[in-house]
T-cell receptor, first 110, second 110 residues
Framework: NAGVTQTPKFQVLKTGQSMTLQCAQD?????MSWYRQDPGMGLRLIHY???????DQGEVPNGYNVSRSTTEDFPLRLLSAAPSQTSVYFC?????????FGPGTRLTVL | GEDVEQSLFLSVREGDSSVINCTYT??????LYWYKQEPGAGLQLLTY?????DMKQDQRLTVLLNKKDKHLSLRIADTQTGDSAIYFC??????????FGTGTSLTVIP
C-alpha cells in the first residue's frame, strides 16, 4: 500500500496562475479531505468528500475547487492563485477512526 | 467550527518528561488524537483515546483525558532528540471530520 500520495511536493506559481494539486489513496477510504497548514494556525480544512461524486466545503474553501470522480483521487484546484494561498497543503483519507495524511505540497505564490 | 487549543512551544532537556496540553470545546467528541509532524513531513498518528477513557499508555507515551475540563495531555517519558517535532491534538465525533489544534513545537535540548 502506498497510502496517501500527493504531487507535486513543491510548486511556485505567479499570481493569477492556475494549477491542480493531485492526491490519491489506495486504501479504499470513502472520506478524503484537503487541509492547509500555516504557521501558528494548525491545519484548516479546505474541502472534503464523503465519497465519489460528493464534495463539501470546509472552514476555508474560498479560492479552491475540488472534485471526486473516483474513490481513489481527490484533486484540489486553484483557479487563480493569490499570495494568500502560499501554504503547505495536506491531503488526507480516513477510516471511521483514523486519518492518514499525505506528505504535503509546499506551494508558494509570488 | 470546533475550537481546539494548544500552546505553541515547549522546550525540554533530553531525558526529562514532556507534557503537551490541549483543550477542546466540544463535549460530544468521540475520539481525541495526538499526531506528530516531523520537519518537512506529513502528520503521523501517535495515539488516540476514546472519550469514555481517562488514560491510555503506549510505551513512552501516556495520554490523559479530563472530560469535565475538556483537557487532553500527552506525556512523553525520557524525551529524546528524535522526539523534536510539532505535536497536534485533534478531535472527532467519529464521523470522519477532524478538528486540529494549532500544534505545539517541541524542542529537545541535548
Amino acid at each position: 500500500n502506498a497510502g496517501v500520495t500527493q504531487t507535486p511536493k513543491f510548486q511556485v506559481l505567479k499570481t493569477g496562475q492556475s494549477m491542480t494539486l493531485q492526491c490519491a489513496q489506495d486504501m479504499n477510504h470513502e472520506y478524503m479531505s484537503w487541509y492547509r497548514q500555516d504557521p501558528g494556525m494548525g491545519l484548516r480544512l479546505i474541502h472534503y468528500s464523503v465519497g465519489a461524486g460528493i464534495t463539501d466545503q470546509g472552514e476555508v474553501p474560498n479560492g479552491y475547487n475540488v472534485s471526486r470522480s473516483t474513490t481513489e483521487d481527490f484533486p484540489l484546484r486553484l483557479l487563480s492563485a493569490a499570495p494568500s494561498q502560499t501554504s503547505v497543503y495536506f491531503c488526507a483519507s480516513s477510516s471511521s477512526d483514523e486519518q492518514f495524511f499525505g506528505p504535503g505540497t509546499r506551494l508558494t505564490v509570488l | 467550527g470546533e475550537d481546539v487549543e494548544q500552546s505553541l512551544f515547549l522546550s525540554v532537556r533530553e531525558g526529562d518528561s514532556s507534557v503537551i496540553n490541549c483543550t477542546y470545546t466540544d463535549s460530544s467528541s468521540t475520539y481525541l488524537y495526538w499526531y506528530k509532524q516531523e520537519p518537512g513531513a506529513g502528520l503521523q498518528l501517535l495515539t488516540y483515546i476514546f472519550s469514555n477513557m481517562d488514560m491510555k499508555q503506549d510505551q513512552r507515551l501516556t495520554v490523559l483525558l479530563n472530560k469535565k475540563d475538556k483537557h487532553l495531555s500527552l506525556r512523553i517519558a525520557d524525551t529524546q532528540t528524535g522526539d523534536s517535532a510539532i505535536y497536534f491534538c485533534a478531535e472527532s465525533k467519529g464521523g470522519n471530520q477532524f478538528y486540529f489544534g494549532t500544534g505545539t513545537s517541541l524542542t529537545v535540548i541535548p
